[in-house]
């Protein structure tokens, strides 16, 4: 069994930056390659990034030049840095790690990229 824990999302301005860590546990394969995915709204899940256990790594080109992948094996844990942000990266961002016999998915991280802040409510009692 392999645990995934993504962190890092957070609401950022086009032409900003954000490190996503992806963090594994449990029994880890010793080849282990981590991959990093995306579901845009409306969309379906798209491959971002891999990186293997020893350090090959591919970035799509959607995100090459913006994307890096890349992993500390004493940690356990793969990071994807997003540079030069910009709204369509709008996504929750998923870890997965596939192995011989299935596929392990952490829970997401989300990022969005907004010029807009979130907004904050105001409630004017009758």
């Known amino acids: 069994q392999v645990q995934l824990v993504e962190s890092g999302g957070g609401s950022v301005q086009p032409g900003g930056f954000l490190r996503l860590s992806c963090t594994a546990s449990g029994t880890i394969p010793s080849m282990l390659t981590i991959a990093w995915y995306r579901q845009r709204p409306g969309k379906d899940r798209e491959l971002v990034a891999t990186i293997t256990f020893g350090g090959s790594s591919n970035v799509e080109d959607s995100v090459k030049g913006r994307f890096t992948i890349s992993r500390d094996s004493a940690k356990n844990t793969v990071y994807l840095e997003m540079n030069n942000l910009k709204p369509e990266d709008t996504a929750r961002y998923y870890c997965?790690?596939?192995?011989?016999?299935?596929?392990?998915w952490g829970q997401g991280t989300q990022v969005t990229v907004s010029a807009w802040g979130q907004g904050t409510q105001v409630t004017v009692p009758a």
């Open positions: 997965n790690a596939p192995t011989w016999n299935r596929q392990y």
